[in-house]
């Protein structure tokens, strides 16, 4: 199925608003520097689930919080380190990006803000309040789903510690704006596609089923020439593509397990249950060939592997 629901007009930042930051006395230590910081750590932990592998828990009080809920993943190498780049929304609060050196089994929590000047030209951060249900890790950026607004950009470079607080501020942003007569795409997810060729992302709908929930897969390099699917799935949560292969979660409330479906568009196999209550994105780690999640649900969060080896599709 093809079509143009949306088109991604590029909307450049100002670098020189995070200068400013530093001149104010900010300090910028880019993802380097985080990562050399204690941190918190994470802990081995059951997961529940047939697909599910090798979890953790964060500390007990990100397990249990009851504001902060975990949304989107990816995975990415730094110096060597492995990296896991988590998301979290706090309604009508911001977002956070936790990142995981998996090596060292510690995490490091980190604001996104957007700098903003003002008639004197004193630069501060207002926090980003969007659901972030995916992110994509692309070399030294992070690419952060915003519903109804497209992408969200961050350069890691630009990591800042300002007042005692970690904080990665926006560097610019692809804005949707949704096609005459379409109602306009919702970036509930997004993930990076792992297949040859240039980088490519792949965008998804959460829905109830009332009506069908698409997939949109596009490059951000060059002319952005949009492939739209209707998977034919509802309360969809993730999508992640490795080699022509779709692998997508689909949640069933707080009690009852997720579904791991694996195929591709008309053509999927529904493995029920496979995962634990509150399944949400996905992200592929072509070095383990793992694919790996996180549940939501206070108390059970979870981020875990899917070993597709294990899996029957």
């Not at 050399?36 to 750590?41: C, E, L, P």
């Amino acid at each position: 199925m093809t079509g143009t629901p949306f088109q991604l007009e590029f909307e450049a930042g100002d670098d020189a608003l995070v200068d400013e930051l530093v001149a104010q006395g900010a300090r910028r230590i880019g993802i380097g520097g985080l990562l050399t910081q204690r941190g918190r750590r994470i802990w081995r932990a059951w997961t529940r689930g047939s697909a599910a592998r090798h979890g953790f828990r964060w500390s007990l009080r990100d397990t249990f919080d009851g504001t902060w809920w975990p949304q989107g993943i990816d995975v990415a190498e730094h110096e060597g380190r492995r990296v896991l780049a988590v998301s979290w929304f706090r309604r009508d609060h911001g977002v956070r990006v936790s990142f995981v050196d998996l090596s060292r089994r510690r995490y490091h929590h980190v604001l996104l803000a957007e700098p903003v000047q003002d008639a004197d030209g004193r630069v501060s951060l207002d926090p980003i309040v969007i659901h972030a249900g995916g992110i994509a890790w692309l070399e030294n950026r992070i690419l952060v789903a915003d519903t109804f607004g497209g992408l969200r950009e961050f350069r890691l470079d630009d990591l800042l510690t300002v007042d005692g607080e970690t904080v990665l501020p926006q560097g610019s942003r692809f804005h949707a704006r949704k096609a005459p007569g379409d109602r306009g795409m919702r970036f509930s997810f997004v993930s990076l596609e792992h297949t040859d060729g240039a980088p490519r992302l792949v965008a998804g709908e959460y829905g109830d089923g009332s009506r069908p929930d698409r997939a949109a897969r596009f490059s951000l390099e060059g002319e952005i020439d949009v492939e739209l699917h209707e998977p034919g799935l509802y309360r969809m949560q993730g999508i992640v593509i490795v080699d022509g292969v779709w692998y997508v979660t689909t949640s069933n409330g707080e009690r009852r397990p997720g579904d791991l479906w694996i195929g591709t568009p008309g053509a999927f196999v529904r493995h029920r249950h496979a995962l634990p209550p509150g399944p949400e994105d996905l992200a592929y780690d072509r070095s383990a060939n793992r694919i790996w999640s996180l549940s939501e649900w206070p108390g059970r969060r979870r981020v875990f592997q899917i070993d597709p080896s294990l899996v029957d599709r």
